[in-house]
């Protein structure tokens, strides 16, 4: 360990990258495993959950770590490539302790940090974990963890006033367990807050059904959508349905229409038909559309919001609209040109723009005068199979989707495709398998 950094707090470790003795990557770290003693006793830390490039998460022992410095973890390039599985005398430092209503036991001696309140704390009072660090012991690998940093007050309040906080020594408080009484979600979500939202939706993936919800439940609408479009069904089911009805709607709201008819598709009728009235009627306009068509067709793969552009609207125009960070890169690859109305279902579709030809064309150019109608867009009852042969035969990554009307209702990405063509658990299986060559370990 570094000279001068006697401890690590774990929650500083959450995504730090993970490198062998040769400076490779190896993956990055996802969690702390521990197991709790009686008595009082520290923790002894077991371990590391390393989540490596196929998002299989692995488990590294303590006592192949040769370095916590500088915002990376060194090992001894010697890796068991199988599975992580949490045995039950295991406790996920993250995942389990952090945010838990704790008591202390011996305030009288606690030993504060400079943000100690003024007042000493009364005995057994509750507090809320916010994090805990490790050290290493003298002259071994083994770890323990030794004290916890707390927040006075009731939990759930986000504000953290001067004189709040506190850390104690381990043995100074009580009320770690392997349950879940009592534990929140505030200070776990913090600390993924930086993944991206497929990386979150591994993280919740793996967490324990309760802990799962009472996460989901912490996040705003609009992060929330986004990890309920990585997650597989069973996942996405489980979390809607422990929200209230009311943010249910506000959340699919918050999604791509066409996840969200995939995701009310996977409900009864019923509970289906409760969420679309509780949705924005225009909102629940777009996805009662989607629902109407089968599932592998193009109307049932399309999302009802691509870029449509009028005629007369510039390249400028255009540029500023595919800008919008929101966008995936599919649907920001092209424009549609359309007669009004712009929403969908549209009014005449006239044709497409590619962003290549938009970065060749001046500015000012109006749309009508670049757009190519050469392209036949697709037909909204369109099987799989054939939508995929269209995007591969034109190289394209999105396509318009067209009734008999000549009304753009949509188009379909290629991710979207692709969600469909995969398996349908692809997304908890590996993308590439274990190295042969790595060693096992005595888990």
């Known amino acids: ?43 002894r830390v077991l371990g590391l959950v390393v989540e490596v490039v196929s998002r ?12 916590v410095e500088s915002g990376q973890v ?53 507090v809320t974990v916010l994090d805990v660090s490790m050290t290493q012991l003298p002259a071994r690998r083994d770890w323990e963890i030794d004290k916890v940093f707390v927040r006075r007050g009731k939990s759930g309040t986000l504000r953290r006033r001067k004189g709040q906080t506190l850390t104690v020594d381990w043995s100074d408080v009580t009320g770690f367990s392997l349950s879940e009484e009592g534990q929140g979600a505030e200070n776990l979500v913090a600390t993924f807050e930086q993944l991206r939202p497929a990386d979150l939706a ?43 009805e009311e943010r249910a709607a506000d959340v699919l709201e918050a999604m791509d229409p066409d996840d969200a008819a995939d995701l009310l598709a996977e409900l009864p009728e019923a509970e289906q038909e409760r969420l679309l009235t ?50 995936s890169p599919a649907l920001a690859a092209q424009v549609y040109v359309c007669r009004p109305p712009e929403e969908t279902p549209t009014g005449r579709y006239l044709g497409l723009v590619h962003f290549q030809r938009l970065l060749r064309d001046p500015p000012f150019t109006l749309l009508g005068a670049i757009v190519d109608t050469d392209l036949q867009p697709l037909d909204p009852d369109t099987a799989l199979p ?12 999105s396509a318009p989707v067209v009734n008999a009307a000549g ?31 790595v060693a096992d370990d005595d888990r």
């Open 1 to 43: 360990m570094a000279a001068g950094a006697p401890r690590v707090f774990v929650s500083h470790l959450s995504g730090v990258p993970v490198f062998d003795p040769n400076g490779d990557q190896v993956g990055r770290v996802r969690d702390v495993v521990a197991m709790l003693r009686v008595g009082g006793r520290p923790p």
């Open 56 to 67: 299989r998460r692995i488990f590294l022992p303590i006592t192949r770590v040769t370095g």
């Open 74 to 126: 060194i090992t001894t390039g010697v890796l068991n490539m199988r599975r992580f599985e949490q045995r039950p005398t295991e406790t996920l430092v993250l995942g389990e302790l952090l945010d838990r209503r704790v008591q202390l036991v011996r305030p009288e001696d606690a030993g504060q940090s400079g943000e100690a309140p003024a007042g000493a704390p009364a005995d057994g009072e509750e």
């Open 202 to 244: 591994n993280v919740l993936h793996h967490l324990s059904p309760k802990r799962r919800g009472e996460v989901a439940a912490a996040l705003d609408d609009d992060r929330l959508a986004d990890v309920l479009e990585e997650l597989p069904d069973d996942d996405q089911v489980e979390i809607l349905s422990k929200l209230k």
């Open 278 to 327: 509780l949705m924005q009627p225009q909102d629940a306009a777009g996805v009662r559309r989607l629902l109407s068509y089968e599932e592998r067709t193009a109307g049932g793969l399309m999302t009802t919001e691509p870029i449509v552009l009028r005629p007369d609207a510039t390249v400028a125009d255009a540029l500023a609209r595919i800008r919008h960070p929101d966008l």
């Open 386 to 397: 054939s939508v995929t042969s269209y995007l591969a035969t034109y190289n394209m990554i």
């Open 407 to 437: 009304s753009l209702l949509g188009a379909v990405t290629v991710d979207d495709v692709l969600d469909h063509l995969l398996p349908e658990d692809w997304r908890e299986t590996e993308l590439h398998g274990a190295d042969p060559g």
